[in-house]
Structures are given as C-alpha cells and as structure tokens.
C-alpha cells in the first residue's frame, strides 16, 4: 500500500492544519495507521494512531486535546487535525501503516510509510 501525505504548510502559531494521508489500495481498511513527525536533531515520535475502524485511538500527551485522528475507509484516506499548533509542533509529519487492524507504539510495527509532509509553525 503506497500512502501519500498532504496538507503541511506554515502556519502561525495557534493555528490549524489538516494533514491528510491517502492510501493507493482498498485494503486501507485493514490495517490501523499512526502519524510520526520527526523534528530536525530528534527521534521519530508517535504522534496519533487509529485502529482499522477507528473504535480506539491514540495520542501522545505533548498534542493531548488539540489533534484529532479520523479516518474515513470509503476514501482510503485518513486525517490528522491539528488545532493551537505550537513551534513546537513543527516538524515533517508521516503517516505509516501498521501489521493488522490494532495500533501499536512500537514504531517498528509501522512497515510501511509514506514520504512525509512538513509542518512549520512560527512564533
């Protein structure tokens, strides 16, 4: 399955963003979905992750109450909305494809990712 991500941009803080992540097959429906971003100098991070029909989901604390994962099955694409972004947000966004239908926190359960969008939030 390739995944394609748009959406990224720059934007000021307090802003909003919606990242999308569109799959090439069908078999999207299958398989839960994470969003990483990776800042320069750091680690790949989990940001959000959703199982493959959407009844449980995932956020690391640091976005807890300002990004919402969905997913719509039908359209093969998911979304990442990203509310009251921070500098602290900015970094290139990925969305990746998990082994099966439930999320994992293991970025190593994501074999497959696509080429990432980025994110830039000015202070």
């Known amino acids: 399955v390739q995944l394609v991500e748009s959406g990224g941009g720059l934007v000021q803080t307090g802003g909003s963003l919606r990242l999308s992540c569109t799959a090439s097959?069908?078999?999207?429906?299958?398989?839960?979905i994470g969003w990483f971003r990776q800042a320069p100098g750091k680690a790949s991070e989990l940001v959000a992750a959703i199982n493959s029909n959407a009844d449980n989901s995932y956020y690391t604390d640091a976005v807890k109450g300002r990004f919402t994962i969905t997913r719509d099955n039908d359209l093969n694409t998911l979304y990442l909305e990203m509310n009251d972004l921070r500098p602290e947000d900015t970094a290139l966004y990925s969305c990746?494809?998990?082994?099966?239908?439930?999320?994992?926190?293991?970025?190593?359960?994501?074999?497959?990712w696509g080429q990432g969008t980025q994110v830039t939030v000015t202070s």
């Open positions: 097959e069908d078999r999207i429906d299958e398989y839960a």
């Open positions: 990746a494809s998990g082994q099966g239908p439930l999320f994992s926190l293991a970025p190593h359960s994501y074999p497959n």
